[in-house]
């Protein structure tokens, strides 16, 4: 299953299989001072969008995760209110992803 990366109801962009988000959540886990990242992985969201990028650059991911943290950081770059982690499933269980 894919994960996708949304600053909106819409369905969002592809972030990374769900293995990746697994593996990608594991090691923000693994930080000490990181409460806004550690929100995103728990819920699916987070609304402190530039603190979710200042902890992703501090932990200094490498390797796959850091593919991942490097897609999120493009995403907050553009400076949107919230990051929405989502498997594509439209709320109802429609699959929007194919629309993308």
Same mark, same amino acid.
């Given at each position: ?9 819409? @369905? ?6 769900? =293995? ?17 990242? *550690? ?10 969008? *530039? ?5 992703? *650059?501090?932990?200094? @991911? ?11 950081? *493009?995403?907050?770059?553009?400076? @949107?209110?919230?990051?929405?982690? =989502? ?14």
């Amino acid at each position: 299953m894919s994960m996708y990366v949304a600053t909106s109801e819409e @369905p969002g962009d592809f972030l990374c299989s769900n =293995t990746g988000w697994s593996q990608f959540c594991k090691w923000a886990r693994g930080l000490e001072d990181s409460p806004d990242l *550690k929100h995103l992985c728990n819920f699916g969201w987070d609304e402190d969008v *530039k603190d979710v990028g200042k902890q992703i *650059k501090a932990g200094e @991911p490498e390797g796959d995760v850091a593919g991942i943290a490097d897609t999120l950081l *493009k995403v907050i770059a553009d400076g @949107p209110d919230v990051l929405i982690i =989502t498997n594509g499933m439209a709320p109802g269980g429609s699959d929007d992803s194919a629309d993308n």
